[in-house]
T-cell receptor, first 113, second 110 residues
Framework: DAGVIQSPRHEVTEMGQEVTLRCKPISGHNSLFWYRQTMMRGLELLIYFNNNVPIDDSGMPEDRFSAKMPNASFSTLKIQPSEPRDSAVYFC???????????FGPGTRLTVL | GESVGLHLPTLSVQEGDNSIINCAYSNSASDYFIWYKQESGKGPQFIIDIRSNMDKRQGQRVTVLLNKTVKHLSLQIAATQPGDSAVYFCAEIFAGKSTFGDGTTLTVKP
């Protein structure tokens, strides 16, 4: 079992650039979550999907952030344009359902200069 | 200017001692609770969970206690080992949405 796969593991970009983070959930899991972790605010839920459909995006900071899940095995989180305050570790997690245990990926460490 | 971040509670214990990590949750309607362990450079990892219809659940070396009256959750680790050093988060789940606590840093001294 490969677990949740995220890419890239590290991303360094300049302010104003578009950033795309990728996630492959555990096969058979129906729920997928995107989180952001910073020293200032801890672990925050950004958005989650059930069966590829976005259910709650109230945690998405602003319109610069968007997430998609075109199929059951792939999701993206896009930031356009990126800003230095977006620097954080972004985690993807998946679970059988949204009331089951979530399994986290290794995270993507994003640095926006 | 000076940056202000989360001031995580810390717990330092001697190897072999028992550890108790506490968490206060906010939503009395939350019906599912999970403890996660996060080691440096890794994602949170599931440790143990408990549903709201229970007040205690035991795993291997870990026990979770739930007190719904005061909205309090605790994680007990028996015979703490150096490998237990990490940040521990509690999460409350309601209507599919997880809310994480700020975390407690556990340091185990050999």
């Amino acid at each position: 079992d490969a677990g949740v796969i995220q890419s890239p593991r590290h991303e360094v970009t300049e302010m104003g650039q578009e950033v795309t983070l990728r996630c492959k959930p555990i096969s058979g899991h129906n729920s997928l979550f995107w989180y952001r972790q910073t020293m200032m605010r801890g672990l925050e839920l950004l958005i989650y999907f059930n069966n590829n459909v976005p259910i709650d995006d109230s945690g998405m900071p602003e319109d610069r952030f968007s997430a998609k899940m075109p199929n059951a095995s792939f999701s993206t989180l896009k930031i356009q344009p990126s800003e230095p305050r977006d620097s954080a570790v972004y985690f993807c997690a998946s679970s059988l359902s949204d009331t089951d245990t979530q399994y986290f990926g290794p995270g993507t460490r994003l640095t926006v200069l | 200017g000076e940056s202000v971040g989360l001031h995580l509670p810390t717990l330092s214990v001697q190897e072999g001692d028992n550890s108790i990590i506490n968490c206060a949750y906010s939503n009395s309607a939350s019906d599912y609770f999970i403890w996660y362990k996060q080691e440096s450079g890794k994602g949170p990892q599931f440790i143990i969970d408990i549903r709201s219809n229970m007040d205690k659940r035991q795993g291997q070396r870990v026990t979770v206690l739930l007190n719904k009256t005061v909205k309090h959750l605790s994680l007990q680790i028996a015979a703490t080992q150096p490998g237990d050093s990490a940040v521990y988060f509690c999460a409350e789940i309601f209507a599919g949405k997880s809310t994480f606590g700020d975390g407690t840093t556990l340091t185990v001294k050999p």
